[in-house]
């Protein structure tokens, strides 16, 4: 109990102490606002831009959510696709290894080409889903192959068909490597899609990227702050959703996910 309550405390003070620092040395060692402004500057811009600040962050969740969501379809079916055939497996799978070895900066102006600058947002998310998609793939396949042998065997000794077997015992086997590949994707579909929009350099994409771009071009310091900020944010509670998800699946068979 103890533990749990440091573990929520020590962070907020730290953070708390960091804040007052930073206020007090802008200030001790007058740095000038658009070299490092002071908190407060920060979180004065939400009081002035906060609407469109607000407005990009609700962009680049819906792309990243779109693309997360598109990640764990894909890779866990390619996954069960894997599982079920060796031909697919060894047919598909190096190409799933180089879209995940190439950089996604190399290839974002090949695909902003190919979707056209009008339809940037649609590179965003395919770019987006490219991040996050092979984590899903490479931890599901694994836990579908952990599966243990001994089970295995009492399915077939029951003459369980496969679709008996990945239902009840191929599924429930992997999920904790399924569900540790989903949190990695979650935050990698954030990056990706903030790479992307970096990488498309548009207007049309209207994300945070964008504002941290227009706001840098302008030397507006703190208002590049207040989007970091948000994207921050938006990491956190994105991974606090997944860790509560696999939490809940996983308590009641994994007693170390418990603390």
Same mark, same amino acid.
């Given at each position: 109990?103890?533990?749990?309550?440091?573990?929520?405390? *020590?962070?907020?003070?730290?953070?708390?102490?960091?804040?007052?620092?930073? /206020?007090? #040395?802008?200030?001790?060692? /007058?740095?000038?606002?658009?070299?490092?402004?002071?908190?407060?500057?920060?979180?004065?811009?939400?009081?002035?831009? !906060?609407?469109?600040?607000?407005?990009?962050?609700?962009? &680049?969740? !819906?792309?990243? *959510?779109?693309?997360?969501?598109?990640?764990? $379809?894909?890779? &866990?079916?390619?996954?069960?696709?894997?599982?079920?055939?060796? +031909?697919? /497996?060894?047919?598909?799978?190096?190409?799933?290894?180089?879209?995940?070895? &190439?950089?996604?900066?190399? +290839?974002?102006?090949?695909?902003?080409?190919?979707?056209?600058?009008?339809?940037?947002?649609?590179?965003?998310?395919?770019?987006?889903?490219?991040?996050?998609?092979?984590?899903?793939?490479? #931890?599901?396949?694994?836990?579908?192959?952990? $599966?243990?042998?001994? *089970?295995?065997?009492?399915?077939?000794?029951?003459?369980?068909?496969?679709?008996?077997?990945?239902?009840?015992?191929?599924?429930?086997s992997s999920l904790p490597y399924?569900?540790?590949?989903?949190?990695?994707? !979650?935050?990698?579909?954030? $990056?990706?899609?903030?790479?992307? /929009?970096?990488?498309?350099? #548009?207007?049309? &994409?209207?994300?945070?990227?964008?504002?941290?771009?227009?706001?840098?071009?302008?030397?507006?310091?703190?208002?590049?702050?207040?989007?970091?900020?948000?994207?921050?944010?938006?990491?956190?509670?994105?991974?606090?959703?997944? #860790?509560?998800?696999?939490?809940?699946?996983?308590?009641?068979?994994?007693?170390?996910?418990?603390?």
């Open positions: 109990m103890l533990m749990r309550g440091l573990r929520i405390i *020590l962070p907020i003070a730290l953070f708390l102490g960091v804040i007052r620092f930073w /206020e007090w #040395s802008v200030v001790y060692w /007058e740095i000038k606002p658009f070299i490092l402004p002071p908190p407060s500057a920060i979180l004065a811009v939400f009081a002035t831009d !906060g609407a469109s600040l607000l407005g990009s962050a609700w962009t &680049t969740l !819906g792309t990243t *959510l779109a693309a997360f969501t598109l990640a764990v $379809v894909s890779g &866990t079916a390619l996954a069960a696709l894997f599982a079920s055939s060796r +031909i697919a /497996e060894a047919a598909l799978s190096p190409y799933a290894v180089i879209l995940q070895v &190439t950089p996604i900066i190399a +290839i974002a102006p090949l695909i902003i080409v190919w979707v056209g600058l009008d339809n940037a947002w649609l590179a965003v998310l395919i770019l987006a889903w490219i991040a996050a998609f092979f984590p899903v793939l490479a #931890s599901a396949t694994a836990g579908l192959k952990a $599966v243990d042998p001994n *089970l295995r065997d009492l399915f077939r000794l029951y003459r369980a068909d496969f679709r008996q077997t990945f239902i009840r015992l191929m599924v429930p399924l569900l540790a590949g989903i949190k990695t994707a !979650g935050g990698l579909a954030l $990056v990706g899609a903030v790479v992307a /929009e970096f990488a498309a350099a #548009s207007g049309n &994409t209207n994300g945070l990227a964008w504002r941290i771009l227009e706001a840098g071009n302008r030397l507006q310091i703190a208002k590049m702050f207040a989007a970091l900020l948000l994207l921050a944010l938006m990491g956190v509670i994105l991974y606090a959703i997944l #860790s509560f998800v696999e939490w809940l699946l996983l308590h009641r068979w994994h007693g170390d996910r418990r603390a």
